[in-house]
């Protein structure tokens, strides 16, 4: 059981991004990590921090429950698209990497390839 994301095309053989939910939780803890914060410490995830205290781009992908996420508009898809772009060729260049490092940097690869489509198609990213 997991969560995929997808674009809302209704084409059921294009691309898609998917997590276990502990799989999720981590990816977006490491997203987060990468733009200076915990996610434990914000409203929504055990913290008291609230989200407009943030100006990352990543604030719209970030801030999802972990097991019934609303969908990313297309507007949002483009607003997180060039940061995890510049989080992904970070993460790629980082030595050593682990096997968690190499998770997270697949999911990031299938997710900038999933809001690619989003933005290109006009279609909103959907949770599912």
Same mark, same amino acid.
């Given at each position: $059981?997991?969560l995929?994301? &997808?674009?809302?095309? %209704?084409?059921?053989?294009?691309?898609?991004?998917?997590?276990?939910?502990?799989?999720?939780?981590?990816?977006?803890?490491?997203?987060a990590?990468? %733009?200076? &914060?915990?996610?434990?410490? $914000?409203?929504? &995830?055990?913290?008291?921090?609230?989200?407009?205290?943030?100006?990352?781009?990543?604030?719209p992908?970030?801030?999802?429950?972990?097991d019934?996420?609303?969908?990313?508009?297309?507007?949002?898809?483009?607003?997180?698209?060039p940061?995890? %772009?510049?989080?992904?060729?970070?993460?790629?260049r980082?030595?050593?990497?682990? %096997?968690? $490092?190499?998770?997270h940097?697949?999911?990031?690869?299938?997710?900038t390839?999933?809001?690619?489509?989003?933005?290109?198609?006009?279609?909103?990213?959907? &949770?599912?």
């Amino acid at each position: $059981m997991g969560l995929c994301l &997808f674009p809302g095309d %209704e084409d059921a053989d294009g691309p898609d991004a998917c997590f276990s939910y502990g799989g999720f939780a981590q990816f977006r803890r490491r997203l987060a990590l990468e %733009e200076g &914060f915990a996610l434990d410490e $914000m409203i929504g &995830f055990g913290g008291d921090r609230p989200w407009t205290d943030l100006s990352t781009c990543l604030k719209p992908f970030l801030n999802q429950p972990d097991d019934h996420s609303k969908d990313l508009s297309v507007e949002d898809c483009a607003a997180v698209l060039p940061r995890l %772009e510049a989080v992904l060729e970070h993460w790629s260049r980082e030595e050593p990497r682990d %096997e968690g $490092m190499e998770r997270h940097i697949e999911h990031a690869q299938r997710l900038t390839a999933v809001l690619r489509i989003c933005i290109e198609k006009k279609v909103d990213l959907l &949770f599912g």
